[in-house]
């Protein structure tokens, strides 16, 4: 699946982002899912709860999906 994420702010960190996608049910969950799941932002494994992700970045989360993150306004003009 491919998705796009609208920030409404600078930017939204990575366990905002797993939980926006109902990955984990609440931010406490991240630090654990990121332990034992391979995340990667724009190709490269991260693991960072609190890395920052801003629009024009794109987050794989296998089994999930792809989601490109988009700036809140520019949500319709981002690539597919």
Do not use: C, H
């Amino acid at each position: 699946m491919k998705a796009k994420i609208a920030i409404t702010g600078d930017y939204m960190t990575l366990g905002q982002v797993l939980k926006e996608v109902n990955v984990i049910s609440s931010g406490g969950q991240a630090k654990w899912y990121l332990a034992e799941n391979t995340v990667l932002v724009d190709g490269e494994i991260e693991n960072r709860r609190g890395r920052k992700l801003y629009p024009g970045m794109m987050v794989e989360i296998p089994d999930e999906g792809t989601f490109f993150m988009v700036q809140a306004q520019e949500k319709d003009n981002a690539p597919e």
